[in-house]
């Protein structure tokens, strides 16, 4: 690992000096932080020469908080495409706010930060235990999504205006800039509200973040996505089997799902870069060895290949070339032309899978998260999200869990397993 | 019901004379027959015009069979696309031919009729309990499939240089007219081969047969499908799920999965015409009240909407226009002129519902279809498929299963129930 | 079929003066039936000898009604154990009541017929189209439950006081016979109260039923608990796995799976007597072949075997030995006295079982009975179950209903099918 | 985290001098580790006192391996109680034997340590990629399984007799334990015999492993148990849901089924001491404020109120008492005593947990573990199981990994996060 210079430090809105009403409980202090490295050498390097190796801030209960859960009233969104846990992730909220601190008040807002804008007129929701009780038995969210940002200055105005203390962000990337430039604005202001994201990114790929929930649905899903498309591809002569699995920027999905279902022979990922005829040419051995073959590709994979389009989705991320489309075509129009005959079945499992409701890890991780993200929101913490590192829950500033995309290393072991396991070549050209 | 004249006598190679190594069942009789009609009005009209009411013969072992067991070769086959339970089938067949008559030569044969044809050189599997002993753990076929028939006389001289005495031909209309060619060339050369069919449809569409394999597995599986479409609207402001179905010219699927899941507020099948005009018009008030709304589409359904392109299929049948594609096109153009925003989100699960091993009513179906199958076919019966009527295994003519598509009744009990609880008017003109 | 005398005429509470308020469906009549005998010659027998073949009403809606939905009020009870699908019943009568006739009150009574007795003072719930809009997608009954019957007057004062017009009871055996005294007791009384039964029974033993919901889903859930112990057996060297189901009088649940995972060696149903001898001998055989074997028992099977305890459970249930308990120790103790060291799993996944939300199949047949028993009710029908027959909804007296327990038939193919795929012996003496 | 003193160094077999036969992946060096603790804090006190903080070795593929795989012939056996993923670790060892090293010969020995022992004369299997290709998709073990162990001189002359160069042992802490004593014998002999252990425990309590394979699987199984309790006991007035599940020393099953399924009112492990009169002090209070409860026990919870048998199994553990069923009745027989009727439901889903398929985490770590157990055997390690840490393979000598049980902190974030959703109070006295 090599030595970065990184600034884990969190933002608070003011003093804890209210105790917190939770007894019995091990309680966690600012102090307490969990190693960002794990490897001797580096840290002995930074320490070597005077500097602290870099750390995350354990998330936990905090002994004095900074709201009075009496008088606090909180407010939940839910941004971007649906992901696995989203309704885990609002009833654990909502429970621990009502269970563990006693506070009265919950607003669910309506479809993302349309909830927040004066420009529709949603009707925000009361959350209670009773009516959280058991959402996380559905897929989807509660609340409704929408993509994009609305105006900021707005959004504070609303949130001010019904005296929410806390604001619970659960999105991905552009919600949490969103959130970041909300918890500025009230910052500016001078108001009290601290603002508290929960990451969610199916692909896996928000930095400093192990794993984000939905992430292990996800694949599990794509589990059976794969077997029904090496089902097909075993089932006729020269079958080919073509999976397009989530992964914009980073293929974990596809490498978990390659790991979890070994019957995979080609695993296509953002991270590393091929080109049609390698991956033609080897397709051809795999069908004269194996009578058929099984491909895996990351929705983000071989974006080079495509003449990219320059479209913008409304959150404003680049709308990609689609490579499923793309692959399809082309492997035809190939085997076509060396007259070999193929059957090609093509899967997009996208939409089934982002609607399903989490399986056990993911909600028991959902609880987790949530229970952190009240923890911190109490304790007046802003301007940043829960996360989990080596098997600890943190605290990370928005600005570092947005600063980059966390992908796949093509040289670590994760990948070289999937090299094994599918046996395709490490270079595809 | 209305009085249709039928024929359902079932031809056979030849006298049944050898005594069956079965002990210790009741025998079935070719005597014995389950009623067609099963209202008494129907019946008696029959009966007082000194005409025989219309009935099936019944399936099951026959005291007297015409192979000999022990020097008997068999042969299967199975078409068309994948279906769950088409493993189930292969293994029904082996065990039952295996442990119950004590027959020792089986042969798969590959990629459907390709195997019988010389002009492929697919080398056929010999199958063995201990080879198919958990097969129907896994989707799709261990011996291949293809579509398309191949040159009948060409097929017949593979059978008859192998050897067979029953080929057991798992497929759709298609695979059975093939069948049925061959039933007849054999015929005409005087070889005494039985050609059994197992009926394959995953639409559920096959006369006089009333649930088919696999059915019940694929209304389940698109009720998964729904559910995500489900989700994925509610989560949205005017979100539209969009959800393509199985069924090309019958909707059983459709309505199953609707009746199932009872979150459809649209289903449209082949059987029931509709306008756009009608559709949209619905569906904008629908969006009104209710803020998101579900559609369920049979692929055959709407056909005449669509410039119906000309082509066929390997297998001859008409390559249908995507509906699905077309409606989500065709909303999305429409709330966009009409200046309202919505979120469609189209979802086509059939090649994973396809590639599904079979579930537990469909596992314990395709038992009872293979072991009737090898009854039959021990018995000598030829150019007929096993079928089920009121709870009875039956035998059924080829002529007569692929006389025309079963379909649903748009004044029937189900059609009713699809109408009520999807709350969707009964004409979308 | 051997010919009975059947009486299947359904009381009505009074005259049908009302339109229906649903239009644009096909309305059922109250002359229109269903044969209950499916073979030509019963039904000839009975035509030459001058009397009528015994058939069932059909289900569905009639164009004149009994009572009027404005001001009807509806009660709703679910009795006995858990079965899966409770809570799909509930919601299909709430939707149809509301949605179809626009009727705006229906309660649900807690916890069985203690909802109707005054002795507890449960209240009952308001159930609408919102509240019950999802229950279908948890296991259990929203309702409650209890055993056994209450002061049957005491009863009929509560649903008087309440101005309740139909009660629908959703329950086995005994809470039939419940609301048959009910609706005697409103009959003496000159109540115009209309009691209609929905069957059920886990079991799948009610008679002129074809199958009763929930079935399919034990039958599913069955085949993973003997898959468990399919593996634990073959697992271990002269493994034996042995799984009780569900089955007091007939063995359908067990027969059912068998089919469904074809692994099973023995199956023991109440209906065919075995002696312990025959299945220890037997067994032994098959651990000498097989090296493992798997056992599916039927609570119910071989209790002449077990010293019969006299007593009862709160529904007036004989309560039954433990034949799970009873085999395991005495195949653990016979193995030990001939001195062959076997391992024996147990596995009893009854309560797993009955509290599973319904699977596709019993959600859409729920849905029906539901529908169906909203349709009879309005009618002023009473006294009787919503069942189905040969693919058809019917009406069922509760007198009919209760006469007798649907039992396998030890001479038929199902059982035959069950003799031929699990190698056992015909009989185990 | 406390200063421990521990001892990770790794045995070997003997010189690495053959170049591996896998080229173009990153290698990874013996001089590399994960650090075993996290926090700065500890890691410097370490350093200051001149000591190195401790590390364990990280595993993968190795440029110099011991072995010549051209005449390699492997071994593997899989031991103890069944466990999601068994078949998936054969699989990966098999596959990466032979995919990756050009291994030939692998042999699967019979039930467990019986295979390896003369007094049984079970024939080993020919294992190969087409043998084992998808035997993955099916619960327990291709093997067979036995408890206990052999003659340790007797196993290592099978193996010796056999020319096994590297042993992969599949099993728990006794199995481990005898992987020890075949290694220490073997090295006594001056046998160049690797042994490498794979560890299996249902219960994850395994010291210096951070999860166990199967561990997932279960605690999503569990779930399904719990939910059924839920129904049952939501569905009863006092209704009491009862789940035992796995974990005799650890209770970290019971807690993620709780995590995941947060429906759970009381979770007993075995880390966590109460009191009987405490437990049913709470357990009235709950009764009485929510009108049912959960209650889910691990196996070995509570020990010290059972009398404890002395009893142990094959495998020399001891046997223990049976929680579920001593508080099923002490339950009962408490609120009996009180004069309140209460419905009591007893789950115990230990053989279906057990007899799983792998889910997707567990088939994606299974196939991991199994690779990293072939690079560290061909590598001449031996004396060791492969683990994980923080997310990275890890070597850990047999002698650490079975030193103690990994066990809960009662003070820890896991079982406060426990506490919180599941309400029951810190002490149950």
């Known amino acids: ?61 905090r002994e004095k908080i900074y709201f009075d859960p009496v008088n606090l009233r909180c407010g939940i969104i839910t941004c971007g495409g649906l992901c696995p846990g989203l309704n885990d992730v609002i009833r654990a909220i909502v429970l621990t706010l009502f269970q563990q601190y006693g506070v009265k008040q919950v607003l669910g807002f309506r479809y993302g930060y349309e909830g927040l804008s004066s420009k529709y007129s949603h009707e925000p929701l009361e959350l209670t235990p009773e009516s959280v009780g058991s959402i996380n038995e559905m897929g989807g969210t509660i609340l409704g999504s929408s993509r994009g940002n609305q105006d900021i200055g707005d959004m504070v105005d609303t949130l001010n205006r019904l005296h929410i203390g806390i604001l ?187 609607s399903l409701p989490a399986n056990a890890r993911d909600s028991a991780f959902c609880l987790l998260l949530g229970q952190n993200a009240v923890h911190a929101g109490l304790a007046g913490k802003t301007d940043m999200v829960v996360g989990n590192w080596n098997h600890q829950g943190t605290h990370v500033p928005i600005s570092m869990a947005v600063s980059q995309r966390k992908k796949l290393d093509p040289e670590g072991w994760l990948w070289n397993s999937v090299l094994a396991i599918t046996g395709q070549p490490r270079n595809l050209f």
């Open 168 to 354: 619970f962000a659960i999105g991905g990337d552009g919600t949490l800039q969103g959130a970041q430039a909300i918890a500025s604005e009230a910052t500016r202001r001078g108001l009290k509200i601290s603002v508290i994201g929960i990451p969610k990114t199916i692909d896996n790929d928000i930095s400093f973040i192990q794993q984000s929930f939905g992430f292990d649905t996800a694949g599990s899903e794509a589990r059976r996505a794969i077997y029904a498309a090496y089902s097909e591809a075993r089932g006729a002569r020269n079958g080919i089997g073509l999976v397009k699995l989530m992964g914009r920027d980073s293929g974990f999905i596809a490498v978990y799902a390659a790991l979890a279902n070994s019957q995979v022979n080609f695993c296509l990922v953002p991270e590393v870069p091929f080109k049609l005829e390698g991956l033609l040419k080897a397709l051809e051995k795999r069908l004269a060895r194996q009578g058929y073959a099984v491909i895996v590709a990351a929705e983000g994979a071989g974006q080079d290949l495509l003449a990219a389009t320059a479209e913008r989705d409304a959150s404003g991320n680049i709308r990609y070339g689609d490579i499923g489309i793309f692959l399809r075509g082309r492997i035809k129009e190939h085997f076509s032309q060396i007259g070999r005959q193929v059957e090609m079945k093509y899967i997009d499992p996208s939409y089934i899978i982002r």
């Open 1 to 61: 690992m090599k030595e970065i210079d990184l600034n884990f430090a969190v933002s608070r809105v003011g003093e804890c000096r209210i105790t917190s009403p939770i007894s019995g409980v091990r309680f966690v202090k600012d102090e307490e932080h969990v190693l960002y490295h794990s490897d001797i050498e580096t840290i002995k390097s930074y320490l070597e020469t005077g500097r602290e190796p870099p750390y995350l801030e354990k998330a936990g209960p």
